[in-house]
């Protein structure tokens, strides 16, 4: 594996003749993506037999490619002590249990306060990722959304469990609170995902270029006009559990997109009221560890407002 600030040399085989410089590479270094390796290659850390190439350039074998990796760049983000719980963590991979309100990264105007920042405090060895000093972020939570969240500590993690999610492999457990009575015991939503027509901060099934998102649920308590359900979601689709627990009739309490205009009853009103974000929370998150291959999970308890919520409508509601 070529790591940060050396350099490998390789000879290209004839097994690559006619293939593409950039899909070539990221077969034989099988730490890299095709998109890092691309951007090696047109920043010039990629030579084959001593010059520059681009990433179409097909191989005709028998060439010698040296390539170099770059020390990370350092980003411009200072490490923040959030107290955000730390729930595992070794050389590879950091798990936390990420609380409501905060954001996944920074993005527009948002340079403080988020995962990113917290974890730059919390884990002292990572590694550069994608050429940047930074946590690798593998998968999101919405910033309302709370719970687990697993992230690369370098190059090789990233790459692995980025490949897990892409072929559905991670097991993802959601807890959510629903607004209205949901009478089977379990069920599924098989219907694509995409940017809303009309509503471009919403997702819609309606959208002309939606992609496969499937969910599944079943039912872990009833109570008077809401019901606590159990949540699979077997793609990873914005906003998909959101958006299937809406369009099946049963939205997110509390869920300032796309929950309901009213609710069944005051008291899941109130509910939602104490809330003041969706009712969604990651409970569990399985998947292979990137460098022992062992399935590993991770749970992360129900914050105090959930809590707080079901104990209200639980006890208020007779149930």
């Known amino acids: 594996m070529v790591k940060d600030g050396r350099k490998e040399t390789l000879t290209v085989s004839g097994d690559y003749a006619g293939i593409r410089a950039d899909v070539a590479l990221s077969s034989l270094l099988s730490a890299l993506t095709r998109a890092q390796i691309r951007r090696l290659i047109e920043s010039g850390n990629v030579l084959v037999d001593g010059t520059r190439i681009k990433p179409a350039r097909k191989f005709s074998g028998g060439e010698e490619v040296s390539v170099t990796i770059p020390p990370p760049e350092k980003i411009e983000l200072e490490p923040e ?24 990264h920074p993005g527009a105007g948002i340079s403080s306060g988020t995962l990113v920042n917290a974890l730059l405090a919390l884990c002292s060895d990572l590694s550069g990722i994608g050429g940047k000093l930074r946590p690798g972020i593998v998968h999101r939570l919405d910033k ?16 692995c469990l980025a490949n897990q ?15 209205g009575v949901v009478k089977s015991p379990s069920g599924r939503v098989n219907a694509p995902i995409g940017r809303h027509p009309v509503e471009r901060k919403k997702f819609s099934s309606m959208s002309r270029a939606g992609r496969e998102a499937l969910t599944e649920w079943e039912v872990v308590e009833r109570f008077e006009g809401a019901t606590l359900l ?19 009739g049963f939205p997110i309490v509390g869920d300032k997109l796309y929950g309901p205009r009213k609710y069944p009853s ?3 009103a109130t509910a939602a009221k104490m809330l003041g974000r969706q009712a969604l929370h990651a409970s569990s998150l399985s998947f292979d ?4 291959g062992e399935r590993v999970g991770f749970e992360a308890p129900l914050p105090s407002d959930m809590r707080s919520a079901i104990e209200l409508l639980r006890h208020e509601g007779g149930g």
């Open 81 to 104: 002590e959030l107290g955000i719980p730390l729930i595992y963590e070794d050389a590879h991979i950091a798990v936390v249990d990420k609380p409501p309100g905060v954001s996944v």
């Open 144 to 159: 309302d959304t709370s719970g687990v969240i697993v992230v690369a500590k370098n190059d090789a993690a990233h790459l």
């Open 165 to 179: 999610f892409k072929s559905r492999t991670v097991e993802k457990r959601y807890l959510a609170l629903v607004s």
């Open 230 to 248: 159990a949540v699979s979601p077997k793609t990873g689709r914005t906003h998909q559990i959101r958006v299937h627990m809406k369009e099946s």
């Open 266 to 268: 005051p008291l899941v």
């Open 289 to 292: 560890h990137p460098c022992s």
